[in-house]
């Protein structure tokens, strides 16, 4: 928690002034303490979508969405997609430090041991309509996997939780796709790491089978590391909302799950590319896009672009760019939907709506098309997101868990419905 400093702010109400303290976070970040505002004024504040409301402290994620600046426990994101892979950025986020040589190792050997699925989950599987979408079915399945693996309760064991989860979420969404395939599922291996073992689950056939890539692998690696975590948005914030009735990590994070799966949100990455899809097989020009996103009698909205934090470029979005080129160029040629993407970039960032709004791409507008390229199909992208935030909830469940000053989630609202009059009988009505 931040400093609680000297500093206050007063609030006139009536002619009588009410104090309350001012809370600075360790980078500066400034906020007035109302938790008694309530009790003191009789008024409540009102915040819709929460852009000015903080609803706990946490010293997992800091963002600086003027700078677009992005740290996981201190650490640069560009560092970390340099530098780290996903298994080690998880260990970092749920724990708070970078783990040593020892630490790792007992990390994979505890998520390599926690990777198969129940073999009765199966079933569930394969019953799911051909047609329901990934992200339905992840979220029933890892609310399911609490009546498989009851929660363990001391300390070490929670570890083994936050692992199996890791692990088997993973294992699921390679299952479900090839479920939905109708073709047999892969076992994961020991002898891989846990980005090889998705990619091998996923694509590998008796018939064809699949050649690991070093930079394909990478490629992997650097996505779920930038989808770590993002501090409290719509999905995090399901999760510590959902768990602040003290119910199950298994169904707050399935309820994560469920939140990111919105198009405003994780959605975005499979809209971006169905949106660039409809104008490159439809020749609709750069222009008409734009005028169309800008249209307010129109609900279209240039998806990947706009974020509720940064006014600025999204530093994910920029790693992710630069990945587009890098993996286009060295897996699968280029890819006309990349031509279509920054053409759309180059004339919306001069656009005076743009600017005067400070629009620009997020982290979905590029990802896509890293994923593509991959192989990944395009409604298996928010499920993609999902693997990369699992460590992400789990460290905000865990901190909100262990918070002294934690309390059930309940907001207030402002009543504006109609005011107290009487039951009318059904015969005189
Ligand atoms: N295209 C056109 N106009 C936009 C867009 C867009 N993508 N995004 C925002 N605006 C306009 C909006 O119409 C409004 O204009 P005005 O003030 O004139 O009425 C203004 O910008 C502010 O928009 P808002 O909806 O009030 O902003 P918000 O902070 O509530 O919403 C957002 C943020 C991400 C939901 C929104 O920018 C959006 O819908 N973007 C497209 C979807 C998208 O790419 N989502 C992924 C977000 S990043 C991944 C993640 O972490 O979730």
């Given at each position: 928690m931040g400093q609680k400093m000297t500093d206050s702010v007063t609030l006139t109400i009536d002619g009588k002034t009410y104090t309350f303290p001012v809370i600075i976070g360790t980078e500066g970040e400034k906020a007035i303490d109302i938790t008694r505002l309530r009790q003191e004024t009789g008024f409540i504040t009102f915040d819709p979508g929460f852009g000015n409301t903080g609803s706990c402290s946490s010293s997992i994620t800091f963002m600086n969405g003027?700078?677009?600046v992005l740290r996981y426990r201190g650490i640069p994101i560009e560092q970390l997609a340099e530098k780290s892979t996903f298994v080690e950025t998880a260990y970092l986020l749920i724990n708070g430090h970078l783990p040593s040589l020892e630490e790792l190792n007992r990390n994979r050997v505890m998520l390599n041991d926690s990777s198969l699925v129940h073999e009765d989950m199966h079933i569930f599987f394969q019953n799911f309509p051909k047609a329901s979408h990934p992200m339905g079915i992840l979220s029933?399945?890892?609310?399911?996997?609490r009546s498989f693996y009851p929660e363990l309760k001391d300390e070490d064991n929670i570890t083994k939780d936050f692992l199996n989860l890791i692990s088997k979420v993973r294992t699921m969404a390679a299952m479900s796709y090839r479920f939905s395939k109708g073709e047999k599922i892969v076992y994961p291996r020991h002898d891989l790491t846990y980005c090889e073992n998705f990619l091998n689950m996923m694509f590998d056939s008796p018939v064809r089978p699949y050649v690991l890539d070093e930079d394909i692998v990478r490629a992997l690696n650097v996505f779920l590391i930038l989808h770590g975590d993002h501090e409290q948005n719509c999905s995090t914030a399901?999760?510590?909302v959902v768990g602040s009735g003290r119910v199950n990590l298994y169904a707050a994070i399935s309820a994560g799950i469920a939140a990111?799966?919105?198009?405003?949100?994780?959605?975005?990455?499979?809209?971006?590319i169905e949106m660039l899809t409809d104008i490159h097989k439809n020749g609709v020009s750069i222009d008409e896009v734009i005028k169309k996103a800008k249209d307010k009698n129109d609900p279209f909205r240039l998806m990947g672009f706009g974020h509720r934090v940064y006014k600025t470029y999204d530093p994910r979005a920029k790693i992710m760019k630069k990945m587009c080129d890098k993996v286009l160029s060295k897996i699968s040629g280029p890819d006309p939907l990349l031509d279509i993407a920054k053409q759309l970039e180059e004339v919306a960032l001069t656009d005076p709506y743009f600017v005067d709004h400070n629009?620009?791409?997020?982290?979905?507008?590029y990802s896509g098309i890293v994923l593509r390229a991959i192989g990944i199909p395009t409604n298996m992208f928010t499920v993609m997101f999902a693997i990369g935030r699992l460590p992400g909830w789990i460290s905000q469940w865990k901190e909100s868990m262990e918070d002294p000053n934690w309390k059930i989630s309940r907001p207030r609202q402002i009543y504006?419905?109609?005011?107290?009059?009487?039951?009318?009988e059904l015969k005189d009505r």
């Amino acid at each position: 928690m931040g400093q609680k400093m000297t500093d206050s702010v007063t609030l006139t109400i009536d002619g009588k002034t009410y104090t309350f303290p001012v809370i600075i976070g360790t980078e500066g970040e400034k906020a007035i303490d109302i938790t008694r505002l309530r009790q003191e004024t009789g008024f409540i504040t009102f915040d819709p979508g929460f852009g000015n409301t903080g609803s706990c402290s946490s010293s997992i994620t800091f963002m600086n969405g003027e700078k677009g600046v992005l740290r996981y426990r201190g650490i640069p994101i560009e560092q970390l997609a340099e530098k780290s892979t996903f298994v080690e950025t998880a260990y970092l986020l749920i724990n708070g430090h970078l783990p040593s040589l020892e630490e790792l190792n007992r990390n994979r050997v505890m998520l390599n041991d926690s990777s198969l699925v129940h073999e009765d989950m199966h079933i569930f599987f394969q019953n799911f309509p051909k047609a329901s979408h990934p992200m339905g079915i992840l979220s029933s399945m890892v609310n399911a996997l609490r009546s498989f693996y009851p929660e363990l309760k001391d300390e070490d064991n929670i570890t083994k939780d936050f692992l199996n989860l890791i692990s088997k979420v993973r294992t699921m969404a390679a299952m479900s796709y090839r479920f939905s395939k109708g073709e047999k599922i892969v076992y994961p291996r020991h002898d891989l790491t846990y980005c090889e073992n998705f990619l091998n689950m996923m694509f590998d056939s008796p018939v064809r089978p699949y050649v690991l890539d070093e930079d394909i692998v990478r490629a992997l690696n650097v996505f779920l590391i930038l989808h770590g975590d993002h501090e409290q948005n719509c999905s995090t914030a399901a999760v510590r909302v959902v768990g602040s009735g003290r119910v199950n990590l298994y169904a707050a994070i399935s309820a994560g799950i469920a939140a990111l799966w919105g198009p405003l949100h994780g959605g975005a990455n499979q809209a971006v590319i169905e949106m660039l899809t409809d104008i490159h097989k439809n020749g609709v020009s750069i222009d008409e896009v734009i005028k169309k996103a800008k249209d307010k009698n129109d609900p279209f909205r240039l998806m990947g672009f706009g974020h509720r934090v940064y006014k600025t470029y999204d530093p994910r979005a920029k790693i992710m760019k630069k990945m587009c080129d890098k993996v286009l160029s060295k897996i699968s040629g280029p890819d006309p939907l990349l031509d279509i993407a920054k053409q759309l970039e180059e004339v919306a960032l001069t656009d005076p709506y743009f600017v005067d709004h400070n629009l620009y791409p997020n982290v979905d507008f590029y990802s896509g098309i890293v994923l593509r390229a991959i192989g990944i199909p395009t409604n298996m992208f928010t499920v993609m997101f999902a693997i990369g935030r699992l460590p992400g909830w789990i460290s905000q469940w865990k901190e909100s868990m262990e918070d002294p000053n934690w309390k059930i989630s309940r907001p207030r609202q402002i009543y504006t419905g109609l005011s107290e009059h009487d039951y009318v009988e059904l015969k005189d009505r």
